[in-house]
């Protein structure tokens, strides 16, 4: 069964840095194809991509966003995590993370319940 | 950018009626890379409709995509309890890969 999960510190001060990791379960990010992305979503408003990281360590960041965001494999390929440098309260929200593949299938099929972020100081 | 402008906002509807819900694409979403995910709260985000028109595993065949180019819709012919939620369209053409601004679907 594929399952992800977030996890992260719940609250941080404005300023500060973010670390976010994803767990996955049933899959492996070093399988060929596999991508892992984090998604957020502030109150009110639209999802929002944020960084994929694909199984070859390609990366690809959000532009609005890039300078602030790191995105990496954990310590395992079970794990993908991301930075967020200089955290802001707009940034407040729910952080996901979600599997997608290749080009046709670049879809996000499994998604983690979120974790969410509240900045503040 | 492609912006992705859903329709309506909200849809107050009753069980056992038919939802239709629209997703405009400011440009072009080739080879209909197009995708339809709800949203709960408390809830991962359940994937239904990719490819525009294909059901993911498990989603029950009331739920159907249709449309291509810039115009797509995704319809839910006969509304259970359990389908009133969040509904968000979304492209996987490029990145950044944008979601619409969610129609939810309200009793």
């Known amino acids: 069964q594929v399952t992800l999960k977030e996890s992260g510190p719940g609250l941080v001060k404005p300023t500060q840095t973010l670390t976010l990791t994803c767990t996955l379960s049933?899959?492996?990010?070093?399988?060929?194809?596999?991508?892992v992305s984090w998604i957020r979503q502030s109150p009110g408003k639209a999802l929002e991509w944020l960084a994929r990281?694909?199984?070859?360590?390609?990366?690809v960041y959000s532009s609005s966003l890039m300078t602030r965001l790191t995105i990496s494999k954990g310590t395992s390929d079970n794990q993908v995590v991301l930075t967020m440098t200089n955290m802001d309260p707009v940034d407040t929200g729910t952080y996901y993370c979600?599997?997608?593949?290749?080009?046709?299938?670049?879809?996000?099929?499994?998604w983690g319940p979120g974790t969410p972020v509240t900045v503040s100081s | 950018e492609i912006v992705l402008a859903q329709s309506p906002g909200t849809l107050s509807l009753s069980p056992g009626e038919r939802a239709t819900l629209s997703c405009r694409a400011s440009q072009d979403v080739r080879s209909n890379y197009l995708a339809w995910y709800q949203l709960k709260p408390g809830q991962a985000p359940r994937l239904l409709i990719y490819g525009a028109s294909n059901r993911a595993t498990g989603i029950p065949d009331r739920f159907s995509g249709s449309g291509s180019g810039t115009d797509f819709t995704l319809t839910i012919s006969r509304l259970e309890p359990e389908d009133f939620a969040v509904y968000s369209c979304q492209q996987y053409v490029r990145s950044p890969y944008t979601f619409g601004q969610g129609t939810k679907l309200e009793i």
């Open positions: 990281i694909d199984w070859d360590d390609d990366k």
């Open positions: 979600a599997r997608s593949g290749l080009a046709l299938y670049n879809y996000f099929d499994s």
């Open positions: 049933g899959f492996s990010l070093s399988a060929g194809g596999v991508r």
